[in-house]
């Protein structure tokens, strides 16, 4: 099943800030909220453009990233990459992304999570990713101008599998690997993470590489 066959999921919400679906993340958001009362603490939007070519699917909101600021890759180390890599690529007005009054604007890019909510250690397990999985193929059923779908590590790549109801045996996960699934084109890459990126898994270089051939895959 494509994104396209699965119009039917449409119906599904995108987003619920208030979901408590999976108890040990709802736990951990509240507990959470009382240690940092100053963080959003809360299951985090989708950020970009409303009607994107790209959809770049993260792991999880970072505890003093996207859990803080409450819009994916904001404020911690991986944003920096990737909002980066996206302005060199000309998808982004700026280069930074450190708060959401920053400006920041997407240029047919959207950017979401395989969780929305922050997990312990930064290790959601299956099943919370299963629940969550509804809204991800919520999101790509309702955006039918997705041509490309950027997964950064193998937990994104498996929920976008998830999403478009493809086995995950269906395509492998490996840095710069390319899958075609029903006329959109699925693009690995190596998380931007700060474990990856210091111990030199995945470089600057690596990173724009394929954020570049994103490009070139959105227009054929």
């Known amino acids: 099943m494509t994104k396209r066959a699965a119009a039917s999921k449409i119906s599904q919400p995108l987003y619920d800030r208030d979901c408590r679906a999976c108890p040990r993340l709802a736990k951990f958001l509240a507990d959470s909220r009382h240690r940092y009362p100053d963080h959003w603490c809360r299951p985090v939007p989708a950020f970009g453009d409303p009607a994107p070519w790209l959809l770049i699917a993260g792991l999880a909101p970072g505890m003093h990233g ?40 997407l240029k047919g890019v959207r950017i979401t999570n395989a969780v929305k909510c922050v997990p312990p250690q930064n290790k959601p397990d299956g099943s919370e990713i299963r629940e969550c999985n509804r809204y991800m193929a919520a999101e790509i059923a309702a955006l039918p101008s997705i041509r490309v779908i950027l997964a950064l590590g193998r937990i994104a790549h498996d929920a976008v599998l998830m999403a478009l109801g493809q086995k995950r ?38 990173f724009r590489n394929v954020m570049s051939r994103a490009v070139e895959l959105g227009r054929i």
């Open 169 to 206: 045996s269906a395509c492998k996960f490996g840095h710069a690997a390319e899958h075609l699934i029903g006329g959109t084109w699925l693009i690995d890459s190596y998380h931007c993470s700060r474990y990856n990126t210091q111990t030199r898994r995945l470089t600057p270089e690596m």
């Open 66 to 105: 996207a859990n803080r600021t409450g819009r994916p890759f904001t404020g911690d180390f991986a944003g920096v990459l990737l909002y980066q890599s996206l302005y060199d690529v000309g998808l982004s007005n700026q280069p930074n992304g450190a708060s959401p009054d920053d400006g920041l604007a």
